[in-house]
């Protein structure tokens, strides 16, 4: 298996447009979920789904986030429009359960520069 | 109080040594508790889970539960400069139901050769 996806790797974009994150789980995982990683805040959940169905997103900052899960191969995370506050790391993950018994496999992540 | 709290570090251990890491947290209804590995500019990946009280032997890993404490540690035996990373406690609340992982900040190892 290929493990989680995420794309892009790296993305640099102006104050004001519109970012879209792409992640795809690993298959047969039924849980999804997405996280910010700063330095201040350390790892944030911002949303995660079950079974293609979002079950939480109080984590997401503000209305300019939103987030998608049109199948259980794909999920994208949108921030529209950006702002340099929003830099970090994002990373998807994904897992067999929601009971997180299993713990979660990690994508590689976006690193997300707004200038 | 933090839900998930570690000393940041960094925690420096020389070669061959014990390093030991530490994770409080504070829902004591929590199950599920889990050690991350995280290598500068890398993802986190999944190293050691436990959810009993005591501990739980993996290689030169140990992970250790006290529930009773709300404590959560790592060990790492023959430490190695490979080991050097940021390692992240990760706990399943319970607060309402089963909740995803919250993550500590985590500790930063750093093992002298």
């Known amino acids: 298996d290929a493990g989680v996806i995420q794309s892009p790797r790296h993305e640099v974009t102006e104050m004001g447009q519109e970012v879209t994150l792409r992640c795809k789980p690993i298959s047969g995982h039924n849980s999804l979920f997405w996280y910010r990683q700063t330095m201040m805040r350390g790892l944030e959940l911002l949303i995660y789904f079950n ?15 939103s987030a998608k899960m049109p199948n259980a191969s794909f999920s994208t995370l949108k ?14 993950a994904s897992s067999f359960g929601q009971l997180t018994n299993y713990g979660y496999t990690f994508g590689s992540g976006t690193r997300l520069t707004v200038v | 109080q933090k839900e998930v709290e570690q ?14 890491l ?21 993802s986190p990946e999944l190293i050691m889970s436990i959810y009993s009280n005591g ?7 140990t992970a250790q539960l006290n529930k009773a404490s709300q404590y959560v540690s790592l060990l ?20 309402s139901g089963n909740t995803p992982l919250v993550f500590g900040k985590g500790t930063r190892l750093s093992v002298i050769a």
């Open chain 1, 51 to 65: 079974n293609n169905v979002p079950i939480d997103d109080s984590g997401m900052p503000e209305d300019r986030f």
């Open chain 1, 79 to 92: 921030i529209q429009p950006s702002e340099p506050r929003d830099s970090a790391v994002y990373f998807c």
């Open chain 2, 7 to 20: 000393n940041s570090g960094p925690l420096s251990v020389p070669e061959g040594a014990i390093a030991s």
């Open chain 2, 22 to 42: 530490n994770c409080t947290y504070s829902d004591r209804g929590s199950q599920s508790f889990f050690w991350y590995r995280q290598y500068s500019g890398k």
């Open chain 2, 55 to 61: 501990d739980k032997e993996d290689g030169r890993f």
């Open chain 2, 76 to 95: 790492i035996r023959d430490s190695q400069p490979s080991d050097s990373a940021t390692y992240l406690c990760a706990v399943n609340m319970r607060r």
